[in-house]
T-cell receptor, first 115, second 113 residues
């Protein structure tokens, strides 16, 4: 399975500001996925980050609010823009390993609290 | 798109009992069904998965069954232990090449000593 590192692990942010979360994978992967997990809730897919093309967003999520970059096959960023308290969540990066095991692996997550 | 429902939302058992968590999915094209365990404050981790070409898969105390006709699959944990206490998520995907997973709503399992 891929090893995925995320940072920051947590942050406290002010309303109206933006924060960028970084995700680094230890091997090249085709697709990376960004999920949101609100407190006590399930995992909701925000978007699929494709290398060399724009991210594919799920219903209810838009690029202006959650811009994503994917400059190469091992790295992606998710920005949460113009934050409000409703954006307080854990944001998780994930990817499938390239070693043959078809397992979606998650990073440890970035816990954002918006005041 | 795919929709995955999961029941129950909470499950309390005594140590040594069995636990069963059930999921249904809507997309008949889905053919990959993993289960993830998430301990408090930790990342979700895969514990077992099943593909549509088999009806059951076992790994020690954990088993998953799949009924493609009815579009439901279940997680079975036998001889539960306190360390099995966690939130369990089922998921589904078409898996035609590293596709996105759609997750169920989660089941909080509490195993009491």
């Amino acid at each position: 399975s891929a090893v995925i590192s995320q940072k920051p692990s947590r942050d406290i942010c002010q309303r109206g500001t933006s924060l960028t979360i970084q995700c680094q994978v230890d091997s090249q992967v085709t697709m990376m996925f960004w999920y949101r997990q609100q407190p006590g809730q399930s995992l909701t897919l925000i978007a699929t980050a494709n290398q060399g093309s724009e991210a594919t967003y799920e219903s209810g999520f838009v690029i202006d609010k959650f811009p994503i970059s994917r400059p190469n096959l091992t790295f992606s960023t998710l920005t949460v823009s113009n934050m409000s308290p409703e954006d307080s969540s854990i944001y998780l990066c994930s990817a499938y390993g390239m070693s043959g095991a078809n397992v979606l692996t998650f990073g440890a997550g970035s816990r954002l609290t918006v005041l | 798109g795919e929709n995955v429902e999961q029941h129950p939302s909470t499950l309390s058992v005594q140590e040594g009992d069995s636990a069963v968590i059930k999921c249904t999915y809507s997309d008949s094209a889905s053919n990959y069904f993993p289960w993830y365990k998430q301990e408090l404050g930790k990342r979700p981790q895969l514990i077992i998965d099943i593909r549509s070409n088999v009806g059951e898969k076992k790994d020690q105390r954990i088993a998953v069954t799949l009924n493609k006709t009815a579009k439901h699959f279940s997680l079975h944990i036998t001889e539960t232990q306190p360390e099995d206490s966690a939130v369990y998520f089922c998921a589904a995907s078409r898996n035609t090449g590293f596709q996105k997973l759609v997750f169920g709503t989660g089941t909080r399992l509490l195993v009491s000593p």
